[in-house]
């Protein structure tokens, strides 16, 4: 399997983070909004990286929230964890929870006008099936026998067996979103290439120029709310300082996410007052991965000392100014079957110390770092290099474990680049992060247990108890008591937690400051959805 292929939801993540500005179309230089005459009304949005080739079906390079902004699902998840109809009107389940009739929405139409219906569903279904191997982190692909047209607005997901999560997933940005007829290649190979992103969103790609800027339009064709302005400019800024300046110059009007710009800045702008600010609720946690497989890491008694011997709440706080909360367990209270009693590891240098003592790891005189039978406890870290958070981090938890005698060597690399080391079992320590809504907890649980996924499969390979966690994620995927499923959720999280295989760090949310005249709106607890169709300016 290729990396291309294999490392899949933890980057959904990793790259959602937008930073958006209006300007009149007539005139880039300036952000202030105008409506006059036929002048358009647009909303210019910084991005990180190029929006890619906007294929519904595949993954990086594309991104997320330009894949939302043109394509949707048969059906959405809201913030409050419910499912709500998209492009599918209503469902049935079968008592054995194996089939899902779908009743398809009519009248709705592809950006180019031609008609969304069962035979167009089952095309995308068959293209997005053609390479499962591609889509196996998505637990449900594993478990699709066929998907039937039963009329012109009806189609069947047939199942081999009950799985739980079916809607969450179909909810998500990729790869169960919609291609128009004449957007698929020859022979439907989507995984190869599209011919044109056609969708049934609320926007249509106008104009592109790679690596610079993507124009959005607003889908006339759209069945849904129409959003309130006509273009969406996305502006390709790799650099947050920049980001930073072009919106004091108000050549931006809106930063949107996480780690596009350093928090310093975000802290720096918000104490202006000249900014309006909204931060959104949790919706994913930030934490560090260790790998069991090799190493000194494969002693909980050494992954027990790293997490006592940093000072949480004192990084958090100095690092994120308090745009993120303090996290003590992997997932916070709101996520299905997370709310759960842990108990927390409390910052004690102390006890870290004296963990490594007892575990044989000492500290000789003159030494700097510990050591046992002749092995050097040094360990590498790997965080993204792009990320204007993990730097900081790293650096801070590098003078904090040096303190106990811990040497933690920093790398900043790209995300492909580090996921890979710790696969191939060549980095001790990542940053991770959950998926967060809609896919979380179970995309967690599914790709803890499945190779080449997420590599939380790979890290947890040196615990004692790995083959029995994964017998009881099959169990909890595949079942339909749902007293058993909570249970299994308490099984496996609490295993994860006392065998600190992971040292969550905080909860991250949605930071947005925008200028003041950007009306108010509300950011979603989602890690691509962003509300464009709300965003309007005052005239």
Not at 389 to 415: F, H, R, S, T, Y
Not at 442 to 456: D, I, L, Q
């Amino acid at each position: 399997m290729t990396l291309k292929k294999s490392i899949l939801p933890i980057m959904l993540v990793l790259l959602m983070v937008i930073v958006a500005g209006c300007s009149s179309a007539n005139d880039n230089s300036s952000a202030t909004p105008k409506k006059a005459g036929n002048e358009q009304k647009m909303l210019t949005i910084g991005w990180p990286l190029d929006v890619g080739p906007l294929n519904p079906h595949t993954y990086l390079p594309n991104q997320l929230t330009a894949q939302a902004m043109v394509y949707e699902s048969l059906v959405t998840y809201n913030d409050d964890g419910t499912i709500s109809p998209a492009l599918a009107e209503s469902w049935d389940i079968s008592p054995d929870k194996t089939a899902y009739v779908f009743h398809l929405r009519e009248g709705v139409q592809y950006s180019d006008g031609t008609a969304f219906n069962a035979d167009n569903v089952v095309r995308n279904f068959n293209a997005v099936l053609a390479d499962r191997e591609m889509h196996s982190w998505m637990g449900m692909v594993n478990h699709i026998v066929e998907v039937v047209k039963e009329d012109d607005y009806t189609v069947r997901l047939q199942l081999d067996e009950p799985y739980y999560p079916v809607l969450n997933e179909l909810a998500f940005v990729r790869p169960f979103r919609f291609l128009g007829d004449k957007g698929f290649p020859e022979g439907d190979a989507t995984y190869k290439d599209i011919q044109a992103p056609i969708g049934t969103g609320p926007w249509v790609l106008t104009e592109y120029k790679k690596d610079e800027y993507a124009l959005f339009s607003r889908n006339e064709h759209y069945w849904g709310e129409k959003p309130e302005v006509d273009q969406v400019k996305v502006k390709i800024i790799p650099d947050s300082e920049s980001i930073s300046l072009a919106f004091e110059n108000k050549e931006l009007d809106l930063i949107y996410g996480r780690g596009i710009i350093s928090l310093d800045n975000y802290t720096f702008l918000k104490d202006s007052g000249k900014y309006k600010t909204a931060i959104s609720e949790p919706l994913s946690t930030r934490a560090l991965l260790f790998n069991t497989q090799s190493g000194p890491l494969a002693e909980l008694e050494v992954r027990q000392a790293l997490q006592y011997a940093i000072n949480k709440e004192q990084m958090v706080e100095s690092i994120t100014h308090g745009t993120e909360k303090v996290a003590n367990t992997l997932f916070w209270d709101a996520i299905p079957y997370a709310n759960i009693e842990l108990t927390p590891i409390i910052y004690d240098q102390e006890k870290a110390t004296q963990i490594l003592d007892e575990a044989g790891w000492v500290l000789k005189a003159g030494e700097k770092v510990r050591s046992k039978n002749g092995e050097k406890l040094e360990l590498d870290l790997i965080y993204i290099a792009t990320d204007a958070v993990q730097k900081p981090m790293a650096e801070l938890m590098q003078g904090e474990l040096a303190k106990i005698g811990v040497q933690l060597n920093l790398e900043g690399a790209d995300v492909m680049v580090g996921l890979q080391k710790m696969m191939d079992d060549q980095a001790d320590i990542n940053f991770w992060r959950t998926n967060g809504p809609p896919t979380d907890p179970h995309s967690f649980a599914n790709e803890s247990a499945t190779p080449n996924s997420s590599v939380v499969y790979e890290a947890k390979l040196g615990l004692p108890n790995a083959a029995a966690i994964d017998e009881k994620i099959q169990q909890l995927l595949i079942g339909t008591d749902e007293e058993e499923r909570v249970q299994l959720y308490t099984d496996i999280l609490t295993i994860f937690h006392d065998q600190a295989l992971f040292y969550p760090i905080s909860y991250e949310t949605n930071n947005v400051i925008y200028h003041d005249y950007v009306k108010d709106f509300s950011p979603r607890a989602s890690e691509y959805d962003i509300p464009f169709a709300q965003i309007d300016l005052e005239k």
